[in-house]
């Protein structure tokens, strides 16, 4: 002999193997003429004791013989039998086993039978084995594949065969990249010969199985295998199960990415942002191409109402493939759809449109580009509206033309649940700025647009809005002009955002505005403001009794007169933070002042600080939101902004600009109010004071040195009603205050006027009667002049007026 032998294992389980079934041989006669060890040690006979004998004299039970004798006759007559027969042992105990009985041809000599059996009970499970087997293979759900070493198809079964359009005859010797892409191929042999190398079996592994009929087909499949051994543990191959798991696949990534969408849409409060958010989940899971068009009034903030329909505005679109814009409407395009057109009766339905098979030139694109999208392969759509709370919003359109399936409804139904996600981030995007700009334009209405010149400061002003979700804060500033050339500075912080800190912002500088007409003293001033918000805040309390998120109404306030006469700045602030003060050669410094409390704490006192400030100072207010920030505190911020002001001779619109680059990022995260202001000081020429006093001659001396200035300053037009208010006013004085009087003059845009009396008295215009002798002088004040007033300081009182120039 030559070439090698194949040796090949006994299976332990199998029941008619020749290590576990007993063989018998016997005659023609049907006596026993072989006789094999194994049927020494089950049934107990000897080789002497079987040999020679008949069978059923000493192997069937007397009972059982007629049986016995039928079986044979079907055993001669079909030559060989298979069956159950009951054997009685050397003990004499009945035993049902199964026999397997083949005629024996010798030459020359009558027949031989060989019967080989063995116990019912293994014949019966080995039957219920090879049935597992077999319908494995026949008539099982799943898909089974059997592989040599090599890994080359010894059998599949039907689920296989039908995954890939074959036979199992087909299949046989070929290898899995003959049938699939060859990625997929690859995937599959290498975790295979890992189960072959290891023996460790795999369990579940799901992977790619395109098949090269149909690459473009997306197929998921989960495979166990297990390497095959003999009895011996030598290697015979690896076989797989095989289930096909695309449906279960594609709803676990749809599920997926619907959990992906609820955490990526809505991330913030912006319309386009949160359309490009959809689009950016959408592409590629769901379609090749997304695009989103919103109505117009969505990005504006405005409001919708459901009749209103008209073109729609490109928002966002992202596309797999290169050069989209062939195709795709730009983002920014306005444009109304064609009436026949999926997206036109969606937007009329409000219900989502699929089409499953489509030509570019039904869905919404002009001539040209509906050439590009068919040269790109596009050839299914769908259009999902984007509605929110009964509102239409707009449309989104999802394209295929890389993934050759063409949408199903599963996809409907996905795209709808991303539109419904979106389109309620959309409308509360909408909904914020809407009431972003109402409260952005309520308080650039309530904040001054102009500062109008001032001859005791000129000043320069930033105003920054805070951006992300914080929302229109309530900081402010003012310049208010005062009588005697002065100036009142003021900047406030409202606690909050939205149209309430507007709101109570503007009622806050509006009662600033109508106590800086009363003169009164900076801790006056923000006494009554004080009390103001403690007013404020009552009235919220009792107006939303019983209401969730209550708004508490607070804030802090910096107050500043300026005397350009004086050169003294008086302050005043209610915990907000100190001004900086920038000397004339560039020095910063930080004013000690009493910090007094916020707004709104009632029955605190405030205190002014007076400051002398050289000409050319610069005096630097600003709000909490300047100084503090997230990545440093407040000390950080100070001396941050000490330094962005630093420096001599520098414009202020350059000092405010490098503040907010030094200071700021681009969206603060709190609204910034900065207010700088560089002082003047009024010329000894355009002043002229005197201290008179209280005696009769007090009023004749007051008007001949009110002519002699007016004839200096070249005003003679104006002397004969200028003495006549200096005569009146001074008369009073000396009438009844007493004391020194003293009179000021001061020339600059207006002639003014000032006589000051130790008296806190205020005088009142009042109408005399015919029958009165005085009372009168005061409304011939306000007749001769353009403006009257009283300003009270903590001793006496100044009663000033104003005058226009001549021409």
């Known amino acids: 002999m030559t070439g090698s032998v194949t040796l090949i294992s006994e299976s332990p389980e199998d029941p008619f193997s020749l290590g576990r079934a007993i063989s018998v041989v016997l005659d023609e006669r049907g006596s026993v003429v072989g006789w094999s060890e194994r049927a020494r040690e089950l049934l107990g006979f000897t080789d002497q004791e079987a040999l020679g004998r008949p ?90 594949s059997v592989h040599d070493p090599n890994l080359a198809i010894l059998r599949i079964n039907r689920p296989i065969a039908h995954i890939g359009g074959i036979t199992s005859d087909q299949a046989r010797g070929h290898r899995i990249g003959d049938f699939l892409v060859a990625a997929d191929a690859e995937t599959i042999e290498s975790r295979l010969n890992e189960v072959l190398e290891t023996g460790t079996p795999m369990i579940f592994t799901e992977q790619p199985c395109r098949l090269l009929i149909e690459p473009g087909i997306e197929r998921y499949v989960a495979v166990s295998a297990f390497r095959m051994e003999d009895s011996g543990g030598r290697t015979l191959g690896v076989t797989q199960l095989v289930e096909d798991v695309t449906d279960r696949h594609r709803a676990r990534r749809r599920l997926a990415m619907l959990n992906e969408a609820s955490e990526l849409i809505g991330t913030t409060l912006d319309v386009e942002t949160t359309a490009q958010e959809l689009v950016d ?173 001032q001859p005791a400061v000129r000043v320069a002003h930033r105003y920054l809005p805070a951006g992300g979700s914080a929302g229109v804060g309530g900081d402010w500033f003012d310049v208010i002009p005062l009588s005697g050339a002065r100036v009142a500075l003021v900047v406030g912080d409202v606690v909050g955002h939205g149209i309430n800190a507007a709101a109570t912002m503007g009622r806050l500088r509006t009662a600033v505005h109508t106590l800086a007409d009363l003169d009164l003293e900076p801790d006056e001033v923000l006494s009554h403001l004080d009390d103001l918000v403690t007013r404020l805040a009552g009235e919220q309390e009792h107006g939303d009794e019983g209401s969730p998120g209550e708004q508490v109404v607070g804030a802090t306030c910096l107050y500043a007169v300026y005397d350009p006469v004086s050169r003294i700045c008086s302050v005043a602030r209610a915990g907000h933070p100190p001004p900086a003060l920038v000397s004339p050669d560039g020095e910063v410094s930080l004013p000690d002042l009493p910090a007094g409390p916020p707004l709104g704490l009632g029955g605190l006192p405030f205190e002014s600080e007076d400051l002398e400030l050289p000409e050319n100072s610069v005096l630097a207010l600003y709000t909490n939101g300047l100084i503090e920030g997230d990545a440093y505190d407040v000390d950080a911020g100070l001396d941050r902004l ?104 001061i020339r600059l845009h207006r002639l003014i006027c000032e006589v000051s009396d130790p008296s806190s008295t205020s005088p009142h215009l009042r109408r005399a009667r015919s029958t009165d002798e005085g009372g009168r002088g005061l409304l011939l004040v306000a007749q001769l002049t353009s403006r009257w007033g009283t300003r009270h300081a903590h001793e006496g009182k100044t009663v000033w007026t104003e005058q226009e120039l001549p021409g």
């Not at 005629?103 to 080995?126: F, H, N, S, T, Y």
């Not at 504006?300 to 008209?310: D, I, K, S, T």
């Not at 890389?402 to 996905?414: N, R």
């Open 642 to 745: 000490a330094e962005a002001l630093g420096g001599r001779d520098r414009p202020l619109e350059d000092m405010a600009q490098s503040v907010v680059d030094a200071l700021l990022p681009a969206r603060p995260t709190d609204d910034v109010a900065l207010l700088l202001a560089r002082t003047r000081t009024l010329a000894s020429e355009q002043v002229a004071t005197w201290v008179l006093p209280a005696e009769p001659t007090t009023p004749a001396r007051a008007r001949v040195l009110t002519a002699e200035k007016l004839t200096e300053w070249g005003l003679e037009e104006m002397i004969f009603t200028t003495e006549l208010v200096v005569s009146e006013l001074v008369t009073n004085a000396y009438r009844y205050a007493g004391g020194p009087v003293t009179l000021r003059l």
């Open 281 to 453: 989940v959408a592409v590629p899971g769901i379609a090749d191409c997304v695009t989103v068009d919103l109505l117009p009034a969505v990005g504006l903030g405005e409001a919708l109402f459901p009749e209103r329909g008209g073109p729609l505005r490109r928002a966002a679109f992202k596309s797999v493939a290169p050069y989209p814009e062939r195709v795709i409407y730009p983002v920014g395009t306005l444009r109304s759809f064609p009436k026949d057109s999926p997206q036109a009766r969606c937007l009329v339905s409000r219900r989502p449109v699929l089409v499953p098979r489509m030509d570019p030139g039904d869905g919404g694109l002009d001539a040209e580009r509906a050439e590009h999208a068919r040269t790109l392969g596009v050839h299914s759509l769908m259009v999902v509206p984007l509605t929110a709370r009964g509102l239409v919003l707009g449309l989104v359109c999802l394209w295929r033309y890389v993934v050759p399936e063409p949408f199903e409804e599963d996809d409907l139904t996905l795209a709808n649940e991303f539109a419904a996600r979106a389109g309620v981030a959309i409308d509360n995007a909408r909904r914020y700025t809407q009431e972003h700009r109402t409260a952005l334009a309520l308080q650039r209405r309530l904040l001054p647009r102009e500062v109008p010149s």
């Open 55 to 144: 069978a059923e004299h000493f192997l069937v039970d007397a009972r059982d013989r007629g049986l016995v004798r039928e079986a044979a006759v079907d055993c001669v007559r079909d030559g060989g039998w298979f069956g159950v027969v009951p054997v009685l042992d050397k003990e004499g105990r009945r035993s049902r086993f199964g026999v397997r009985a083949r005629r024996v041809i010798r030459e020359g000599r009558a027949d031989e039978w060989l019967l080989v059996g063995a116990p019912a009970e293994e014949v019966a499970q080995w039957e219920i084995d090879r049935s597992v087997m077999e319908g494995l293979f026949r008539r099982s759900p799943i898909g089974l």
